[in-house]
C-alpha cells in the first residue's frame, strides 16, 4: 500500500467559507498537504466546482446556524470517524461601508456579529467533542488585524473579529486545561487579495467617487512591504497551526499582514 506524506496526511479537515478567496487557498494546500478535506459554504455551485477541482467534498452550510453546524460535523463524524483540523475562516465584511460607531444600524451590528462572531463560537462548541474522541485537534479561527486596531470606519467588523480572537484565546484554556488535547488559534491576516477585498476597493471607490486604482493605491500605502498578500501567504500560516508541527502552540495570535500593523 502507498504511505499517504504530507504535513497533515492522515487528517480529516473542515473548512468553512471555501467556495473562495482564503477558504479556497487554505482548503487547497490542505488536500496538497494529505488532509481529507472539507469545505462549506453557503454559495452550493461555486462551492461544488470549485471543492472539485481541488480534490475537496463539499457540503453546503450557513455557519450563522447552529442545526447546520450539528449536521455538518455529525455527517463528516459517520462518515470518515474523526475531524482533527476545524478552519472557521467564514466572513463577511459587511454590506454598507463606511460605518463608524454613530451611523451602524443595529441589524448590521446583529448581522455581522452573527456570521463573523456567533458562528464561530458554535462551531468550537460543537467540534470540540469529535476532536476529544480522536485524541486531539486543531482549530484555526480566521480573526484579522481589524481586531487589534482601531476600525471606526468597519466599527462592526473590527469588533466581531475581536470576539473571535477573545474567544479563541477561551477556547484555547479550556482545552488546554481539560485534558482535550485540542488546540486554538487565530490568524489575523492584513490585506490579502481575494474577492471581499475587490468588493472593498470597489465599494470605497464608488463611495468616495474615485477610480478603483486610486483607492488601492491609498490601502497600499499603509502596508510597510509594499505589496498587497496572497491567499497562499495565509493557507501556508495555517497549514502549520493544523499540522503536528505546531503542538505546542495553543492560544496564540498570527499576523500576516506585511507590516501592517507597525503603523498603530
Ligand atoms: N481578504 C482579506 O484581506 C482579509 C483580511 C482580514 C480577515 N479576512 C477574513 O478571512 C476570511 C475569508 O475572507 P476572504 O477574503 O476569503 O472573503 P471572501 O468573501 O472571498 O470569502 C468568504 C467566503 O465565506 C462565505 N460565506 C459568507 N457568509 C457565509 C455563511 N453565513 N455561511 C457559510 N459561508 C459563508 C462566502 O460565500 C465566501 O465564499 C473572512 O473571515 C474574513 O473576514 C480577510
Not at 53 to 60: D, E
Not at 92 to 102: A, Q
Not at 207 to 215: A, I, L, R, T
Request: charged share 20%; aromatic share 6%.
Amino acid at each position: 500500500m502507498t504511505e499517504i506524506k504530507g504535513r497533515v496526511a492522515g487528517k480529516v479537515a473542515l473548512v468553512t467559507g471555501g467556495a473562495s478567496g482564503l477558504g479556497l487557498a487554505i482548503a487547497a494546500l490542505l488536500v496538497r498537504e494529505g488532509a481529507t478535506t472539507i469545505i462549506t459554504d453557503i454559495l452550493d455551485d461555486q462551492g461544488r466546482l470549485e471543492a472539485g477541482k481541488i480534490g475537496a467534498k463539499f457540503k453546503q452550510q450557513d455557519v450563522a446556524s447552529e442545526e447546520g453546524w450539528k449536521d455538518v460535523l455529525s455527517e463528516i463524524y459517520q462518515k470518515y470517524g474523526q475531524l482533527d483540523i476545524l478552519v472557521n475562516n467564514a466572513g463577511i465584511s459587511g454590506s454598507v461601508l463606511g460605518l463608524d460607531p454613530e451611523t451602524t444600524p443595529l441589524d448590521e451590528w446583529q448581522k455581522i456579529q452573527k456570521v463573523n462572531g456567533e458562528s464561530v463560537f458554535l462551531g468550537c462548541k460543537y467540534a470540540i467533542d469529535y476532536m476529544r474522541k480522536g485524541g486531539g485537534g486543531s482549530i484555526v479561527n480566521l480573526s484579522s488585524i481589524a481586531a487589534l486596531v482601531a476600525t471606526p470606519f468597519i466599527t462592526a467588523y473590527g469588533a466581531s473579529k475581536a470576539a473571535v480572537r477573545q474567544l479563541s484565546m477561551s477556547i484555547a484554556m479550556h482545552c488546554a486545561t481539560s485534558g482535550s488535547r485540542v488546540r486554538c488559534n487565530t490568524v489575523h491576516p492584513g490585506q490579502i487579495r481575494t474577492p471581499m477585498l475587490e468588493n472593498l476597493f470597489a465599494e470605497t471607490a464608488r463611495q468616495m467617487g474615485v477610480p478603483q486604482n486610486v483607492v488601492e493605491q491609498k490601502f497600499l500605502e499603509r502596508i510597510p512591504m509594499g505589496e498587497f498578500g496572497e491567499p497562499n501567504d495565509i493557507a501556508y500560516m495555517v497549514l502549520f497551526l493544523a499540522s503536528d508541527e505546531a503542538k505546542h502552540v495553543t492560544g496564540g495570535q498570527f499576523v500576516v499582514d506585511g507590516g501592517m500593523q507597525l503603523n498603530g
